[in-house]
């Protein structure tokens, strides 16, 4: 292509003489993604400290808090005297949960009645607290079934009785792909291309946005022999090689070295990393040749990307969202890579199943392209329309 | 005293005639706080669509598979003849979750034999998750200890049978604090105040950045120092006033919008938001000084939004990250201001319960002041050295 090789020098003499520049292809988003997979490395929710009153004092109570202790999820790290002791330890946020066995705990139940603990657990702090219930509730049942299997073989039954009499009617959960509730395949996973998406939108608002600004604009088309289509791919070819590298190279350590399954396709969804990153430059780009105005398109790019891990569908799904959240979310290309990444790597779907969510950012990337370039080849050909901010 | 009301007034003149300003410091607060809560209106997601497979077809399916479509949080949008045709509606997201209910389920229960219906959902996706199980076994559980099974199974047994279906042990569960669970309750206070340390943190940057690119051509023009500082600190409190407006808006008007529970009390919310917003104001001089033009801030500085809304700790536990993480956390004031302002607000906590944290936040202004005056100096009143192309 004519005009393309020369704008990409210019492109690379940028990169190589700013290290700004490459902080921001390269630095900024690694130290993103390396940041939150530190914050997020242990995956699940354990050893949440509860505090613990046992008014019953018995050997019973003694095993019910120890099996308390034993889930994976909780550890009791206080005995209190009282609740409003206990409570104050979770003011203080030392403790998550209180656990309060009565004084009648194991007497009520030697003369076989029914018999309850009472808990309390900051619902404020909501994963953590969705976690103490769970895992509660888990502890419950697990002495109950204790409880009543030694009750039942100490009156003769035998064993095999004794297990379906315990539990007449029982379920089994199954939770595909990540029965532990992992936050790294699926949070973590999203922040990152959430990160991502919002480099790459300003990336492309900034190497266009600048040329306007600085009255460069001129310069840069003439790099590339006045061709606008040229110059426009020479100015994206850097970035979108980045970003896609380092999303690749990111899937690569969740799939590769931390194991996580890929039930999909592997080519739909590398596919998937490279559109994500072309439509937002798209994005980006439009913004600017619309806008005509480096500060203001950088102002919109936030706008559109800051947020658009919320309504993604990811922590909140997206059939529970009122309709304006709901279709702001379905019209993001992240949301459809979201998806599209879930179906393929978690759910295992067919090629097929995911085609809008591939053909969508495409037709975003064609229809933004066809408005975007020709509109910013006017506007770098028009002085008037440069040094906005 | 002149130069403090100079530097005061300097603020509110940036931030009205500036455009690029004004957008972030009072359009952006105003419409992200109205805009970025918007998918959690609804507050607890209920009505998660479910697939059942009915394998058994007998009346004590049917019963269970009514009490299932009874509870709140799931709607039984598919009944597949097949597992295979739920786990398909599942993998194209059309359901969040399935129930298999196996054949000969009635004629196991009725034999006292151990029967077991499998039930699942996609755990890639948490909040579906946990709405579509919680709703399905507490259905499965109800009906396991309610009167089919036990009428069913009753061999004379009486009262002890029907202790036995319940389990001799129940947890009472109470939640604390955000009693409805809601979503929206729990995340919206956290952003809020993320957004106003972070619009701080952009919009600084674009001023000293804006002010540093329209010296870069000016010779070194530094006056007294004492003039300079108090200008420095007039542009200082300037700034906290605007946001402590700001973080009225949000208590006052916000939650009270988006139906966030409030249990503070107004004046402990208020000396603790004191140190919280100055520690926020020298924090953004601190990053923001760095950016040597206008642009510079949105570009190198937006992302840091979403690693440091997981580094308050209001997510995923603080305990859970490595000690060093820890650290970097209590260097940012928005882990302190939410972690404190969570506790004596969304709590009711006692202002002697986030002592520490309002300390944590003095010791930032303390550790910051220095810093932050010498960025505001250098982009004010010209510096010496190199240009980096930014």
């Known amino acids: 292509m004519k005009g393309f090789r020369p704008a990409l020098r210019r492109e ?74 206990a409570r104050d330890a979770v003011w203080r946020g030392d403790v998550e949960a209180i656990v309060l066995v009565p004084r009648d705990f194991s007497n009520d139940l030697k003369r076989g009645l029914q018999s309850e603990f009472v808990a309390w657990y900051n619902a404020q702090f909501l994963l953590t607290g969705n976690t103490i219930a769970r895992e509660l509730q888990l502890a419950g ?49 999203g922040l990152a291309f959430a990160l991502l998406q919002m480099f790459a939108m300003l990336a492309a608002v900034r190497v266009v946005g600048r040329e306007l600004r600085e009255g460069t604009a001129g310069a840069w088309l003439e790099s590339a022999d006045g061709r ?42 590398l596919g998937g990393v490279l559109l994500l990153v072309l439509a937002y430059e798209t994005l980006g780009l439009l913004t ?35 309709d304006i959240a709901r279709i702001w979310g379905s019209i993001q290309p992240l949301t459809a890579f979201i998806r599209m990444y879930l179906d393929q790597a978690v759910g295992g779907a067919t090629v097929a199943a995911s085609s809008w969510q591939v053909v969508f950012p495409a037709l975003v990337v064609a229809v933004g392209m066809v408005i975007a370039v020709p509109l910013l080849g006017w506007r770098a050909r028009h002085p008037e329309y440069w040094g906005s901010r | 005293m002149k130069a403090f009301w100079v530097g005061f007034c300097e603020v509110f003149r940036r931030v009205f005639t500036d455009f690029g300003v004004g957008l972030i410091m009072v359009g952006a607060i105003t419409i992200y706080s109205l805009y970025y809560p918007l998918p959690y209106l609804p507050q607890v997601a209920k009505e998660m669509p479910i697939a059942v497979v009915d394998l058994d077809q007998s009346s004590f399916s049917r019963q269970l598979i009514r009490w299932i479509d009874a509870h709140e949080n799931v709607r039984i949008s598919l009944r597949a003849t097949q597992p295979g045709e739920a786990a398909k509606a599942l993998a194209s997201g059309e359901v969040g979750g399935y129930l298999v209910i196996p054949a000969g389920l009635r004629a196991d229960v009725l034999r006292g034999r151990r029967a077991v ?50 389990g001799p042990v129940t947890p009472r569960l109470h939640p604390l604090f955000n009693t409805r669970e809601g979503y929206g309750a729990y995340l ?47 542009h200082c409190a300037g700034l906290v006033s605007l946001y402590a407006a700001h973080a009225v808006f949000f208590v006052g008007f916000g939650f009270w919008l988006f139906d966030v529970p409030r249990y503070g009390e107004l004046p402990a919310v208020a000396v603790f938001l004191v140190p919280f917003l100055i520690a926020s104001v020298l924090f953004a001089h601190l990053v923001g000084g760095l950016c040597r033009r206008r ?22 536990p603080m305990h859970l990250m490595p000690v060093a993480v820890q650290w970097l956390a209590r260097l940012i004031p928005s882990t302190a201001g939410v972690q404190g302002l969570l506790r004596l607000d969304q709590m ?43």
């Open chain 2, 117 to 166: 219906i499998a039930y699942g959902g996609d755990s890639s996706r948490l909040i579906v998750l946990k709405q579509v199980v919680s709703g399905m076994a507490e259905a499965a559980g109800t009906l396991s200890a309610g009167v089919e099974v036990r009428r069913m199974l009753a061999t004379g047994q009486g009262q002890e049978q029907a202790l036995v279906a319940q």
């Open chain 2, 348 to 390: 009711g906590a006692d202002f002697s319960h986030v002592g520490h944290w309002w300390w944590n936040l003095w010791a930032l202004c303390i550790l910051f002041a220095w810093p932050a005056w010498h960025n505001w100096r250098s982009a004010m009143c010209g510096r010496s050295g190199s240009e980096p192309n930014a």
């Open chain 1, 12 to 85: 690379w003499a940028d990169l190589v003489g700013s290290p700004l520049v490459q902080a921001q292809l390269l630095w900024l988003p690694v130290a993103g993604i390396a940041l939150l997979w530190v914050i997020f490395f242990r995956g699940v929710a354990v050893d949440i400290p509860v505090a613990v009153i046992d008014e019953d004092r018995t050997s019973l109570s003694r095993q019910l808090v120890r099996m308390i202790d034993a889930t994976p999820g909780l550890n009791v790290s206080e005995q209190s005297g009282s609740v409003p002791e």
């Open chain 2, 188 to 234: 919206i206070p956290a952003v809020f105040i993320l957004i106003l340390q972070q619009t701080l943190v952009l919009g600084v940057g674009m001023m000293l950045g804006t002010e540093s690119e329209r010296n870069r051509s000016r010779p070194e023009r530094r006056g007294d120092t004492r003039c300079e500082l108090a200008r420095f600190v007039g």
């Open chain 1, 228 to 269: 606008t289509f040229s110059a426009v791919l020479a100015k994206l070819i850097l970035p979108t090689v980045a970003y896609v590298l380092i999303g690749v190279a990111w899937l690569a350590a969740l799939h590769g070295w931390l194991g996580w399954p890929m039930n999909g396709s592997w080519p739909l969804v």
């Open chain 1, 141 to 189: 049942l697990t002495f109950s079934a204790t409880v009543e299997a030694r009750g039942r073989l100490a009156r003769g039954e035998t064993p095999e009785a004794v297990a379906i009499n315990v539990m007449p009617l029982s379920t089994r959960r199954d939770t595909l792909y990540n029965p532990q509730l992992n936050y790294v395949p699926f949070l973590l996973n």
């Open chain 1, 288 to 322: 600017v040749a619309v806008t005509a105005n480096y500060r203001f398109a950088s102002s919109v790019a936030a706008f559109i990307t800051a947020p658009a891990f919320a309504f993604c569908g990811l922590t909140y799904p997206l059939e529970a969202m009122p």
């Open chain 2, 295 to 316: 642009e510079t801030s949105i570009h190198v500085l937006l992302f840091t939004s979403i690693p440091i809304l997981f580094l308050t700790g209001f997510a995923w």
